[in-house]
């Protein structure tokens, strides 16, 4: 599936840098301290700063060169089948769109700044790529079954939008949900929601709430720790299918 869309560079107004630059500097000390090595590597090698939206080319020669992804311009949200072919295929899906000053702190649906900011710099770490890959891999073979599509979603979100990574005996944040938030950056890190050790039959068993902030975050010890949990996953999704089949026949 391929959209044929593009980033129009000269379309975004003087406001939508502005909001950028906003964003970027509410996040840029805290994450400082508070992101995963990797990604603040990545958005060092990137280029990204307060003082300009990034451009997508420039994301695709770093991608491509270092794990092979590049970026699938999208109108919005996408289908769900869409969405993991996408990603099974090393293809990001963003917006080009920016929110607006009064959406600052909240959105119905992802904008660039969560999708950019939030999800690319860690596409450069290999485990994660491959883990990421994979989860819409799996998607994508289960697209049209929902009880697999409820857990691998739980694995997406529990993971690539709300991780939390131990690094040196420190609690680090990798999922884009919470860099891309100035309200749950500092929180996801506190004393207040639980920590629980990385865990796939707890996390594909494991509720949430996408309108509230979270409650428990799990928290892995290595990109290659979530790489290789992949076997697993697979298998507790296919026996959670069939026992939903069999019951059905």
Same mark, same amino acid.
């Not at 289908?79 to 702190?105: A, G, N, V, Y």
């Not at 790529?129 to 799996?138: D, H, K, M, P, W």
């Given at each position: 599936?391929?959209?044929?869309?593009?980033?129009?560079?000269?379309?975004?107004?003087?406001?939508?840098?502005?909001?950028?630059?906003?964003?970027?500097?509410?996040?840029?000390?805290? *994450?400082? #301290?508070?992101?995963?090595? +990797? &990604? @603040?590597?990545?958005? /060092?090698?990137?280029?990204?700063?307060?003082?300009?939206? !990034?451009?997508?080319?420039?994301?695709?020669?770093?991608?491509?060169?270092?794990?092979?992804?590049?970026?699938?311009?999208?109108?919005?949200?996408?289908?769900?089948?869409?969405?993991?072919?996408?990603?099974?295929?090393?293809?990001?899906?963003?917006?080009?769109? *920016?929110? #607006?000053?009064?959406?600052? +702190? &909240? @959105?119905?649906?992802? /904008?660039?700044?969560?999708?950019?900011?939030?999800?690319? !710099?860690?596409?450069?770490?290999?485990?994660?790529?491959?883990?990421?890959q994979?989860?819409?891999?799996?998607?994508?073979?289960?697209?049209?079954?929902?009880?697999?599509?409820?857990?691998?979603?739980?694995?997406?979100?529990?993971?690539?939008?709300?991780?939390?990574?131990?690094?040196?005996?420190?609690?680090?944040?990798?999922?884009?949900?919470?860099?891309?938030?100035h309200?749950?950056?500092?929180?996801?890190?506190?004393?207040?929601?639980?920590h629980?050790?990385?865990?796939?039959?707890?996390?594909?068993?494991?509720d949430?709430?996408?309108?509230k902030?979270q409650?428990?975050?799990?928290?892995?010890?290595?990109?290659?720790?979530?790489?290789?949990?992949?076997?697993?996953?697979?298998?507790?999704?296919?026996?959670?299918?069939?026992?939903?089949?069999?019951?059905?026949?």
């Amino acid at each position: 599936m391929e959209f044929n869309l593009f980033q129009d560079y000269n379309k975004y107004t003087e406001q939508d840098q502005e909001v950028w630059k906003i964003l970027y500097e509410r996040q840029e000390d805290s *994450l400082k #301290k508070l992101a995963t090595t +990797d &990604y @603040l590597q990545a958005v /060092d090698d990137l280029g990204f700063t307060s003082r300009g939206i !990034p451009r997508f080319e420039e994301i695709d020669s770093y991608l491509s060169n270092k794990t092979g992804w590049v970026i699938e311009v999208v109108p919005g949200l996408v289908e769900q089948h869409i969405f993991f072919k996408l990603l099974s295929q090393k293809k990001f899906p963003c917006s080009t769109w *920016l929110r #607006k000053m009064d959406e600052l +702190d &909240y @959105l119905e649906e992802p /904008d660039m700044f969560h999708d950019v900011f939030g999800h690319v !710099p860690v596409l450069s770490n290999p485990h994660f790529s491959a883990f990421t890959q994979e989860i819409g891999r799996l998607g994508y073979k289960y697209y049209d079954n929902p009880r697999a599509i409820e857990l691998i979603g739980r694995m997406y979100w529990f993971t690539i939008e709300f991780g939390l990574i131990n690094e040196a005996g420190q609690l680090k944040i990798y999922g884009a949900g919470i860099l891309s938030s100035h309200g749950e950056t500092k929180y996801s890190l506190s004393d207040q929601p639980e920590h629980l050790p990385f865990d796939v039959n707890k996390i594909l068993h494991h509720d949430y709430d996408n309108m509230k902030i979270q409650d428990t975050y799990f928290v892995i010890d290595s990109f290659e720790q979530l790489f290789q949990s992949l076997p697993e996953i697979e298998k507790i999704v296919e026996h959670e299918t069939s026992k939903k089949m069999k019951n059905f026949i």
